[in-house]
């Protein structure tokens, strides 16, 4: 299966960041191992683009990515909370999005959703 170049970077970034994202404050979900399953890429891609849990041969990975997700998200609305506070400036900001090495799509979610907590 080819995917996209933007869904080839997220993955390959929550990848990396899978021990530094790994808490989101939910329950487990209920992932189907079976061998005769889509990979764990192929799930995740399903569950972020149509937000279904299908059977996968690589229930740890399709877990994993599903938890760095998440907690990503978690961190985007902690971020954004903070700078709308002015706990965060922008300059610290920025230097962790480099030391993430994060895509861009985080670092403007975090200024979008700032407004929210002014």
Known sequence: MKYSKNFERDFNWYLSMRNLFSFDGSLPRDIIYDKKGVDGKKAFLMYDAQGKLVPTKHPNILSTLLKTKGSTNLHIKMYAEDRAKCNFNKIEFRALCIKFKAPSWFREAVES?????Y
């Open 113 to 117: 959703q700032k407004v929210k907590y």
